[in-house]
Nanobody, 117 residues
Framework: QVQLVESGGGLVQAGGSLRLSCAAS????????MGWFRQGRGKERDAVAA????????YYADSVKGRFTISRDNARNTVYLQMNSLKPEDTALYYC??????????WGQGTQVTVSS
């Protein structure tokens, strides 16, 4: 199994920036990709960004393209989400997720991001 711990959430004004981190432990050798999802109040959980663990191929939701950047540090088994030009609609609980080569998905506990207008 893979354990994921997120950090870096908080309260920020619109236009500000935050950097989320997600540290993985356990069977990290089995990780194929990692990503970030978010769930606003009363909304479904949506994918925000993802990155493959070996090739570094990235994916971004249209709503965050040009504002958010996902990156990884393989040596530290950590993935980051740099969020710039934050908007009130970015307010959500942000979850880190990893997918193993066997197809298993693992989730962190979530970190709250609140953007005030």
């Amino acid at each position: 199994q893979v354990q994921l711990v997120e950090s870096g959430g908080g309260l920020v004004q619109a236009g500000g920036s935050l950097r989320l981190s997600c540290a993985a432990s356990g069977r990290t050798d089995s990780m194929d990709a990692m990503g970030w999802f978010r769930q606003g109040r009363g909304k479904e959980r949506d994918a925000v960004a993802a990155i493959t663990w070996n090739g570094g191929t990235t994916y971004y939701a249209d709503s965050v393209k040009g504002r958010f950047t996902i990156s990884r540090d393989n040596a530290r088994n950590t993935v980051y989400l740099q969020m710039n030009s934050l908007k009130p609609e970015d307010t959500a609980l942000y979850y880190c997720s990893s997918r193993s080569t066997g197809g298993a998905d693992y989730w962190g506990q979530g970190t709250q991001v609140t953007v005030s207008s």
